[in-house]
C-alpha cells in the first residue's frame, strides 16, 4: 500500500511519516492553499530525507514553466496536478505526474483522455480549495475509477475510515492531509501513528 502524507511544512512531521512507513510526502505549491510551502522550506526538508521517501509537489493551473522550475529545484520525484490542467498540459511536463480528478460530470471521458502512464489521485470535488476540504468522496464510484486506472483514493481520510475505505476501493494508495493535522500544515503525530497502525502491515510500498 503506497501511503502520502500531504501538506507538509515542517521537517519533524516529514521525518515522523517516513519513520512510519509513508511511500511518499508532498508539499504544495499552489499560492492558494493554507498548506503552501517555502521553496527553501521543501528543500531543505527534501535533503534532510534523501532516499528514504518520494517527494510530489502539488500545483494548481500553474505554468508548465513554473512547475518544472520547482520540481528541478527540490528536487521533486513527481508532480500531482490538482486543477483543471488538460492531458497536452500533462503530457508537456518533463515529469512523472499524479492527476487528481473529481467524480462528476464527464469524468470517465476526463480520465480516458489523460496519458496512460499518469496515476491518478481521486479527490472531492471542491473548485475553490482544491483539495484538503476533509470531505469524502464517492467509494462506490472511485473502485470503478481504480479498476481502470492506478489510483490513489483521498479525501477525508483518516484513523477512524482508512481501512474501510482501503477495503471498498482497493486502490494502489491512499493520501492523507486534513485527518491527520493539528491545523492546516501542522501534523498531529498521535493521529499521523494512529493512521498507520489502522492501516496495518500493509503501508510501505514505494512500488511506483
Known sequence: MFV??????????????????AAAIGFVFWPGSPRIVALEAAQAITSALAGQVLTVGVFVDQPVELVDRIAR???????????????????RLPHRAIKAVTLEGDWRQRVAALPPDVMLLVDAHDP????????????????????????ILSGGLRAANVAAAIAAVRP???D???GVEIRPGVKDPDRLRALFEAIGPRHGDTGW
Open 172 to 174: 494502489f494508495g491512499v
Open 4 to 21: 502520502k502524507v500531504c501538506g507538509i511544512t515542517r521537517l519533524e512531521d516529514a521525518r515522523l511519516a517516513a519513520d512510519l512507513g
Open 73 to 91: 529545484a527540490v528536487p521533486l520525484s513527481a508532480v500531482q496536478l490538482h486543477g483543471s490542467e488538460s492531458p497536452d498540459y500533462v503530457a
Open 176 to 178: 492523507v492531509s486534513s
Open 128 to 151: 475553490v480549495r482544491h483539495g484538503g476540504t476533509g470531505q469524502l468522496v464517492d467509494w462506490q464510484a472511485a473502485v470503478e475509477v481504480a479498476e481502470r486506472r492506478r489510483t
